[in-house]
Structure formats: structure tokens, C-alpha cells
């Protein structure tokens, strides 16, 4: 896996149960991420096999391939997980669009993505001068450069 970069999607919490089940919290909105027979990987690159999961409150209650024990289980407790990026040309990924150029309508170079911040109506971009972006006025993403189309005034107020 060392070719590839990998992606933190989730983090173990509590045991569960005496069984191996482990409560996990996910980081992205791909749930696939905990479908039965997905692999993971652990920081040092380690595969773990997720055998069944279901949701539970704001996470998910997970059996991972070989888990077999509370025991085993309290060993995960606080680890983070990490997946191989999904290939969607449809979307834009958090990992691929930081540090890219940001390009208005007219052509004008408007800084460069440092972050993105979540936010319930659209996830915004954050630029290196202060200028937030909600991604609804994303057109597209190519070669580190993001055009955008923004409504009268975005620039204007700084935002």
C-alpha cells in the first residue's frame, strides 16, 4: 500500500459487547467505507477486514475479520482507520483540491485553497487570504486549479 495514499475515513471507539464488536466513528460520508468485506488500513499500513457493521446513534457497531474478544477489541479502542481513494471523476475530494489555484468566471486568480470547512448548506473553501467559497459555486477541478462562478459581490465582501 505504500504506493497509494491513504485517506483517515474513521476512528474506533468503545468495545461493545463481549463478542469483538467495536463502536466506529466515520469521517466521510462514503458509509461503503464499513460495507461487509471492505478492507482497512491501521497508520503503520496493517489491513483489517470488516466482516459486519450496522448503525448505531451517530456511529456505527463494527466486526472486524478476526476480532473475536472484548480483549481484542479494547486493543483498536482509539486507533484510526484508513481507506485507498475512491476514483469518481463526478466528484471533488477534500485531499485533491487543497493547495489548488482558485479562478473566477473572468479569469482572475482569487488564492489558494488552504482548507474546507464543513457547513450544513454547502461545504465552503477556504482560501489563503480569507475569502470563503461556498462549493456550490464550483464549476470544476482540474490540474490544481478550481473555477468557480460566484454571484455579485462574493469578492466584494471578503467572503
Not at 467505507?33 to 483489517?48: K, P, Q, T
Not at 446513534?57 to 484510526?80: C, D, M, P, Y
Not at 488552504?114 to 461545504?123: F, T
Not at 464550483?138 to 459581490?153: N, R, T
Request: charged share 25%; net charge negative.
Amino acid at each position: 500500500m505504500a504506493q497509494e495514499k491513504l485517506l483517515e475515513v474513521a476512528r474506533i471507539g468503545k468495545a461493545h459487547g463481549l463478542q469483538g464488536e467495536v463502536s466506529v466513528h466515520l469521517i466521510t460520508n462514503v458509509v461503503e467505507r464499513l460495507s461487509s468485506g471492505s478492507v482497512l488500513y491501521f497508520e503503520d499500513e496493517r489491513e483489517i477486514t470488516v466482516r459486519v457493521s450496522k448503525p448505531y446513534k451517530q456511529n456505527f457497531l463494527v466486526f472486524f475479520e478476526g476480532i473475536t474478544s472484548r480483549s481484542l477489541a479494547e486493543e483498536l479502542v482509539g486507533k484510526k482507520l484508513f481507506a485507498t481513494p475512491i476514483d469518481d471523476p463526478d466528484i471533488i475530494w477534500v485531499h485533491e483540491v487543497i493547495g489548488s489555484e482558485v479562478v473566477d468566471e473572468t479569469g482572475e486568480h482569487r488564492g489558494k485553497v488552504v482548507a474546507v470547512e464543513s457547513n450544513p448548506a454547502s461545504d465552503l473553501l477556504v482560501l489563503d487570504n480569507g475569502s470563503l467559497v461556498p462549493l456550490a459555486f464550483v464549476l470544476d477541478h482540474k490540474e490544481k486549479v478550481v473555477h468557480v462562478e460566484v454571484p455579485d459581490g462574493l469578492w466584494d465582501s471578503g467572503q
